[in-house]
T-cell receptor, first 110, second 117 residues
Framework: RKEVEQDPGPFNVPEGATVAFNCTYS??????FFWYRQDCRKEPKLLMS???SGNEDGRFTAQLNRASQYISLLIRDSKLSDSATYLC???????????FGQGTELSVKP | DAGVIQSPRHEVTEMGQEVTLRCKPI?????LFWYRQTMMRGLELLIY????????DSGMPEDRFSAKMPNASFSTLKIQPSEPRDSAVYFC???????????????FGEGSRLTVL
């Protein structure tokens, strides 16, 4: 079983749609959680951290369920510019290794 | 401010040749990471350093891979001898604080795309 698993993509949605990505992690000792975004043939960049209480940044909402070892990312009113691969990232030990999921590709169409 | 700088951006080499990838982290960042990305395996952590000291190299595939960080502003990842299965994009990343911090962010370089024929 992979340490971090994500929904397989690609997700093809029209502009304005709401889309949700799911991620599960295997190590219950995981401490911190993030979503990164990677554009085609570019480097990953931090999109947002995921807090236990859930957090929102504009059109993006991240949720964490420690009991189920589950993380989600919701994108509302999707834009063409949201087309990218979204990477779920989990930290196993403080100051240590970040484990990346395989990523979910999103394609937003006009 | 300059970001993480990697070189070369692209490298094509033949099997058996030595490959050296280079990285200059963001000034002041104490943590440096080397990742490898392939379609099949995604982003894999190879090794990371804290204050120039290797902390975890459990992701290094085998003895053909080695990494060094002689000073705070430079790191190398070397593959000797290279094999076709080493073909991938190799990313270097750095961070200011331990990546567990809520505000911790990993800054990636643009990557070195390696093709081994």
């Amino acid at each position: 079983r992979k340490e971090v698993e994500q929904d397989p993509g690609p997700f093809n949605v029209p502009e304005g749609a709401t889309v949700a990505f799911n991620c599960t992690y295997s190590n219950s000792a995981s401490q911190s959680f993030f979503w990164y975004r990677q554009d085609c043939r570019k480097e990953p960049k931090l999109l947002m951290s995921v807090y236990s209480s859930g957090n929102e940044d504009g059109r993006f909402t991240a949720q964490l369920n420690r009991a189920s070892q589950y993380i989600s990312l919701l994108i509302r009113d999707s834009k063409l510019s949201d087309s990218a691969t979204y990477l779920c990232v989990v930290l196993y030990n403080q100051g240590g290794k970040l484990i990346f999921g395989q990523g979910t590709e999103l394609s937003v169409k006009p | 401010d300059a970001g993480v700088i990697q070189s070369p951006r692209h490298e094509v080499t033949e099997m058996g040749q030595e490959v050296t990838l280079r990285c200059k982290p963001i000034s002041g960042h104490d943590y440096l990471f080397w990742y490898r990305q392939t379609m099949m395996r995604g982003l894999e952590l190879l090794i990371y350093f804290n204050n120039n000291v290797p902390i975890d190299d459990s992701g290094m595939p085998e003895d053909r891979f080695s990494a060094k960080m002689p000073n705070a502003s430079f790191s190398t990842l070397k593959i000797q001898p290279s094999e076709p299965r080493d073909s991938a994009v190799y990313f270097c990343a750095s961070s200011l604080v331990p990546t567990g911090d809520k505000d911790g962010e990993l800054f990636f370089g643009e990557g070195s795309r390696l093709t081994v024929l």
